[in-house]
């Protein structure tokens, strides 16, 4: 099963400081067809001017990643964690009980583009948690990097759910596949370039559900910079 989630059918809202694109329901963009895909509840795309971003505000009981494709996202949060994420970071923050938190762009000039993930944890009432770490371009490039995972190693953040998130920067020409176990399903979020995927075509912003195959052949036209989830 492959079902396309083009760039352009995503929900979008414009606050001015903000411009973001809702893969599933969000906020006021509603559409009971897209409410995620397993456990995977929310990928914004956000776009963040300089000096502006979320005020202090709370969530719970969801498994929080952000993802930076250009510029600086500063994090502070009631755990009395702060931090810069910048391309290549990965930042996972485990709400549990409860957790409250903002996020800003730390530049005063240039805007920052992310993306915002949530999953649904594999259980209630946990114990807020954070954890940030940075992946670099060569261990991303042409493979699927595991950044993310129930079971992590090798570095990988741990996320309170039978699921692991890949990074790839892809260049053209380059093929990677990959082998699903059996009762597993996946999405792929392009966030640039280009790709065709079990012969479906992408482009940036696009995402593809994936559900049932044998093999996942992920091919770049163009350089390509793509999450990989794959999920009980």
């Given at each position: 099963m492959l079902q396309l989630r083009p760039s352009e059918a995503r929900g979008h809202a414009n606050f001015g400081w903000l411009v973001s694109r809702h893969s599933f329901s969000f906020g006021h963009y509603h559409d009971p067809a897209h409410m995620g895909f397993g456990p995977l509840r929310v990928i914004n795309e956000d776009r963040v001017a300089p000096a502006a971003g979320f005020d202090t505000h709370g969530?719970?009981?969801?498994?929080?990643?952000?993802?930076?494709?250009?510029?600086?996202l500063e994090h502070k949060d009631s755990l009395g964690t702060g931090s810069v994420i910048r391309p290549g970071d990965v930042q996972r923050m485990s709400a549990g009980?409860?957790?409250?938190?903002?996020?800003?762009?730390?530049?005063?000039?240039?805007?920052?583009?992310?993306?915002?993930?949530?999953?649904?944890?594999?259980?209630?009432?946990?114990?807020?948690?954070?954890?940030?770490?940075?992946?670099?371009?060569?261990?991303?490039?042409?493979?699927?990097?595991?950044?993310?995972?129930?079971?992590?190693?090798?570095?990988?953040?741990?996320?309170?759910?039978?699921?692991?998130?890949?990074?790839?920067?892809?260049?053209?020409?380059?093929?990677?596949?990959?082998?699903?176990?059996?009762?597993?399903?996946?999405?792929?979020?392009?966030?640039?370039?280009?790709?065709?995927?079990?012969?479906?075509?992408?482009?940036?912003?696009?995402?593809?559900?994936?559900?049932d195959e044998a093999e996942v052949r992920i091919e770049a036209l163009d350089a390509s910079e793509f999450l990989l989830f794959d999920m009980a």
């Open positions: 969530h719970a009981d969801m498994e929080i990643i952000s993802y930076v494709l250009d510029g600086a009980t409860g957790v409250r938190h903002s996020e800003f762009n730390a530049s005063k000039t240039d805007p920052v583009h992310f993306l915002q993930i949530w999953m649904i944890p594999e259980s209630k009432s946990l114990e807020p948690s954070y954890e940030q770490r940075h992946f670099t371009n060569e261990e991303r490039r042409n493979q699927l990097r595991l950044v993310a995972s129930g079971t992590p190693g090798d570095r990988a953040l741990k996320i309170h759910q039978d699921a692991d998130i890949h990074a790839s920067l892809l260049d053209a020409g380059q093929v990677l596949t990959f082998a699903p176990r059996a009762g597993r399903r996946q999405w792929l979020q392009l966030a640039s370039g280009e790709l065709v995927v079990n012969g479906e075509q992408l482009r940036r912003g696009d995402g593809l559900a994936m559900a």
